[in-house]
Nanobody, 115 residues
């Protein structure tokens, strides 16, 4: 059974930082790419960052230079370091992985950027 559990969200002031974590079980983690998505109220879920199994990364234009995705294969964990946070980063953040045609999601973690 594949499970993804996110943590690390919270309330932060504009300009602040947070680090999200996602622990994955039930798969051979090192073999799969991992994604972070986010969904703001009233908006569609959007892809924020991707890390390939060998470590190559890609980012949405809106977060380039501010967010960093990384992975620790020994801990079955993917991270999202978020710096210089803006109010428009407020959303529920989800980690995701795909096994063939099946997409697996965590429960999400709320990030609120507000003064």
């Amino acid at each position: 059974q594949v499970q993804l559990v996110e943590s690390g969200g919270g309330l932060v002031q504009p300009g602040g930082s947070l680090r999200l974590s996602c622990v994955i079980s039930g798969i051979r983690f090192s073999l799969y790419a991992m994604d972070w998505y986010r969904q703001a109220p009233g908006k569609q879920r959007e892809l924020v960052a991707t890390i390939a199994r060998l470590g190559a990364t890609n980012y949405a234009d809106s977060v380039k230079g501010r967010f960093t995705i990384s992975r620790d294969n020994a801990k079955n964990t993917v991270y999202l370091q978020m710096n210089s946070l803006k109010p428009e980063d407020t959303a529920v953040y989800y980690c995701n992985t795909k096994l063939g045609s099946t997409s697996y999601w965590g429960q999400g973690t709320q990030v609120t950027v507000s003064s």
